[in-house]
């Protein structure tokens, strides 16, 4: 689960409370991507979307992945922001980040109204917290000899590097 | 909490009720106002309040009810909202980009107790806001975005043999072997 959501929020460009919960039980007034907002297209040209939770199928039969994004703003169930995931590259091979997001939907065990980071263990609803994004964030920078006090949930969102290109800033120092 | 009366029961509660009571559907209306901003924010709100009490308790010696504020001129209720800014950035040294907010989350506060916010539209108070607003910041917080190699990093190992419940190499008997070979194959490689 870990893996999946800092995968996630990479590829995604996402903050903390766009996909993890500060809370053990979940509230619903937060931009987490329910189960059902995860959406995946097969190869079969039905253009039919399946929930995340509903899929039972190989990857190889995955064209798509739909992710319902909620603004920051606006927390609208109604209101997602589509974002697409091709599962193969221009070379027909797997895209690593919608495989990994395959094994998590396929390994977790998960309600329609559960969130799409959580699984359930005997009924129990175990959630992905913001703070276990957090030490994982901050150990990866010990890692890499980085100061960790550098490093948040936050740090996984790419607009500091978006702004330095707009602003023409050299590929070595972005 | 969500409220589901029909209008028949509205009428019938409001008869019960006494006059000085409010009506039902003003309860309701209350209750819609509650809810303007969403829940974190009213969490996060919540600090502010017990600041107010804090700088009530020091300077008046004790916490108002919120009939008092029913009682007060305009200019009153102004002075103190003055006050409670100056308290803030003097003597609580609070972030002055946090002044604002503050003041949004009092105006809040006194806003669903249906308390008169006018005071907070004051020139004066506006003023003040700016001042404080030319005072020296502190710098903002240095923050890096993660490499994809530190993204991989954290991925390797929660992917492995008894990590992170819920997703392991081992426990994924029915994805492709190009799959985790794959997946495999790029981690190695990082």
Not at chain 1, 57 to 73: E, G, W
Not at chain 2, 27 to 53: D, F, G, H, P
Not at chain 2, 61 to 88: A, E
């Amino acid at each position: 689960m870990l893996a999946t959501g800092v995968s996630l929020s990479y590829h995604l460009c996402l903050q903390s409370s766009e996909y993890v919960t500060r809370t053990i039980v979940p509230i619903d007034d937060s931009h987490q991507f329910k189960t059902t907002e995860v959406e995946f297209m097969l190869n079969d040209g039905s253009l039919t979307l399946f929930a995340s939770n509903k899929l039972h199928c190989p990857y190889s039969a995955i064209k798509l992945v739909k992710f319902s994004m909620l603004h920051a703003k606006n927390i609208r169930r109604d209101y997602g922001v589509p974002i697409w995931f091709s599962a193969t590259d221009k070379n027909n091979q797997p895209v690593p980040f919608v495989q990994l997001l395959y094994r998590w939907v396929t390994t977790s065990k998960r309600h329609d109204s559960d969130p799409f980071l959580s699984f359930r263990d005997n009924h129990t609803l175990h959630c992905l917290l913001y703070k276990t994004i957090q030490t994982a964030l901050k150990s990866s920078a010990k890692h890499f000899n980085l100061d960790e006090a550098w490093f948040n949930t936050q740090s996984i969102r790419m607009s500091v590097p978006t702004i330095a290109r707009a602003a023409r800033e050299p590929t070595a120092i972005i | 909490m969500h409220i589901t009366l029909n209008l028949t029961t509205l009428r019938l509660m409001y008869l019960l009720l006494d006059t000085t009571h409010d009506h039902p559907l003003k309860l309701q209306a209350i209750q819609l106002a509650r809810t303007s901003v969403s829940m974190n924010t009213q969490n996060s709100y919540k600090s502010t309040c017990s600041k107010w009490e804090l700088f009530f308790q020091r300077y008046f010696g004790c916490t108002p009810p919120d009939d008092h504020y029913r009682t007060l001129t305009y200019t009153q209720f102004l002075d103190q909202l003055l006050m409670f800014v100056s308290y803030c950035v003097y003597e609580l040294k609070i972030n002055i980009r946090s002044i604002p907010r503050i003041l949004s989350a009092l105006r809040y506060s006194f806003l669903i107790k249906q308390i008169n916010c006018s005071a907070f539209d004051d020139p004066f108070l506006r003023a003040v806001k700016q001042g404080v607003a030319r005072m020296p910041a502190p710098p903002h917080r240095v923050r890096l975005p993660c490499t994809l190699d530190m993204i991989n990093y954290i991925i390797d190992l929660n992917t492995t043999t008894n990590a992170t419940r819920g997703v392991s190499l081992n426990a994924q008997s029915h994805v492709s072997d190009r799959g985790v070979s794959l997946i495999s194959s790029l981690f190695a490689v990082q």
